[in-house]
């Protein structure tokens, strides 16, 4: 799908379509396991590994990334006190299994597990988990950056910082759509920013 994808009020958020196919080996991604989870709770980041890992002894790497809500957005310490996140149900959920299936096609790897947190957030607290297995540790953090990537351009999710100056919805880096490019994937989200959401093109409080 082109072009830059609104949902009122919130900022701009290109969805893009297939992504290009690069080869790599045919990996045995497991299923056993949920591969996406949009939740409220907190998660625990030694369980889900050991969820992933479970009853495969061809794994012999586990690489993991666990995003935090930041206090800050390129301001003063304390300059964010709560950051909320929404969502478009159905539509959030594909998006990362169709990620998730794109990153088993160029990467060797056995097991993937992606949770993201939704509703209101404090400083500090965990927003996002990204976890791989893979036989070597290599394919694992290629897998596991990848992910968080596309994660952080592509997947369905807006994000509402509030300040002492009131409320401001946080828009795409061209930071952000920079680190997906790397993999073969145009991004445009930053320049989807719509003129009054500028307040949030900064970057985000999490991850």
Not at 113 to 118: K, N, P
Not at 177 to 204: Q, S, Y
Request: aromatic share 6%; glycine share 12%; net charge neutral.
């Amino acid at each position: 799908m082109g072009g830059c994808r609104r949902r009122a009020g919130r900022p701009g958020l290109r969805l893009q379509g297939t992504m290009p196919r690069m080869g790599a080996a045919e990996p045995n991604l497991s299923r056993a396991t949920a591969r996406v989870a949009i939740q409220t709770d907190d998660f625990d980041l030694g369980a889900e590994v050991s969820a992933l890992r479970a009853g495969d002894p061809g794994v012999g790497a586990v690489a993991s990334f666990v995003g935090t809500v930041r206090d800050r957005n390129g301001g003063a310490a304390g300059e964010v006190s709560a950051l909320e996140l929404e969502h478009y149900p159905g539509m959030t959920e594909r998006s990362i299994e169709a990620m998730i299936d794109e990153a088993q096609r160029r990467f060797d790897i056995r097991a993937a597990r992606v949770v993201h947190r939704i509703g209101p957030l404090s400083p500090g607290e965990q927003i996002v988990l990204v976890v791989v297995a893979s036989a070597h540790r290599g394919a694992a953090f290629q897998a596991c950056e990848f992910l968080m990537d596309y994660l952080k351009t592509q997947a369905p999710f807006w994000k509402k910082e509030s300040t002492a100056e009131g409320a401001r919805w946080v828009d795409a880096r061209v930071a952000d759509d920079a680190a997906l490019a790397r993999w073969g994937i145009a991004a445009g989200n930053a320049a989807c920013a719509a003129p009054g959401d500028a307040a949030g093109a900064a970057g985000a409080a999490a991850r």
